[in-house]
């Protein structure tokens, strides 16, 4: 089974910056894409950012600019850079693996970490 575990999360002023890491239990070359989610209070998840197994990046709109998404194999872990923080980042956020089978898909997910941006 795999397990995803976040951290970096916390509490930051406004225009300051985080870290997020997700470190995965096994090889993260075997996933399909890796991602991160956030959602905040009476909010649903949204995706803030996904990278592919071959590297390829896309972002929330939100975030373009901001946010920097990376994996290290060797490490299997995978990062959100996050700078220029808004109070509106605020929200747990959430680490996924996909796998596209020909069947379909398996997806995991990390417990979430919480950032909170002080305005």
């Known amino acids: 089974q795999v397990q995803l575990v976040e951290s970096g999360g916390g509490l930051v002023q406004a225009g300051g910056s985080l870290r997020l890491s997700c470190a995965a239990s096994g090889s993260i070359s075997s996933f399909s894409t890796m991602g991160w989610y956030r959602q905040a209070p009476g909010k649903q998840r949204e995706l803030v950012a996904v990278?592919?197994?071959?590297?390829?990046?896309n972002y929330a709109d939100s975030v373009k600019g901001r946010f920097t998404i990376s994996r290290d194999n060797a490490k299997n872990t995978v990062y959100l850079q996050m700078n220029s923080l808004k109070p509106e980042d605020t929200a747990v956020y959430y680490c996924?693996?996909?796998?596209?089978?020909?069947?379909?898909?398996?997806?995991?997910w990390g417990q979430g970490t919480q950032v909170t941006v002080s305005s």
């Open positions: 990278i592919t197994s071959g590297g390829s990046t």
């Open positions: 996924k693996a996909s796998t596209f089978r020909y069947t379909g898909v398996d997806n995991y």
